[in-house]
């Protein structure tokens, strides 16, 4: 049997996951949950109420720490921090969205797109080590 008070952390990003995110998940106390990179159309708005998920950072700042919401953006896909929050972003169709085409002029792709592709294509977010 699974203790829905213990901590439960599930990696689920780049996965091509459809849909939404489940309100059954609402009876885990404690999860952290990464969805990046998949195409979540929405979050049962029961989740956003979860003050111990994410690390806590649901009840800072609400359904943004688990994924930026459809129209919005940010390099992790979702809110850490105030530096980090989701910004507004018309081409950003799905939840978690981790850049915003919008923004990029045309023709123009710098490094850092490139990196950013290359980082998300391989599971970046996973990695034990992101630097160097």
């Known amino acids: 049997m699974i203790d829905k008070e213990a901590e439960i952390n599930i990696g ?55 994924l930026c919401s459809s129209g919005t953006f940010n390099n992790d896909g979702l809110a850490w921090s105030n530096d980090d929050l989701c910004r507004e972003c018309t081409s950003a169709l799905v939840y978690g969205s981790v850049y915003c085409e919008a923004l990029v002029e045309p023709n123009v792709v710098t490094e850092r797109d490139i990196l950013e592709q290359i980082f998300y294509a391989t599971g970046g977010r996973t990695w034990n080590e992101e630097e160097n």
Request: charged share 20%; glycine share 8%.
């Open 12 to 66: 689920l990003s780049l996965n091509n996951l459809i849909g939404t995110v489940p309100v059954t998940l609402d009876a885990f106390k404690m999860m952290n949950i990464d969805l990046v990179g998949n195409e979540i159309t929405g979050i049962s708005p029961e989740l956003c109420d979860n003050d111990k998920w994410m690390d806590g950072l649901v009840q800072k700042f609400d359904c943004d720490a688990i």
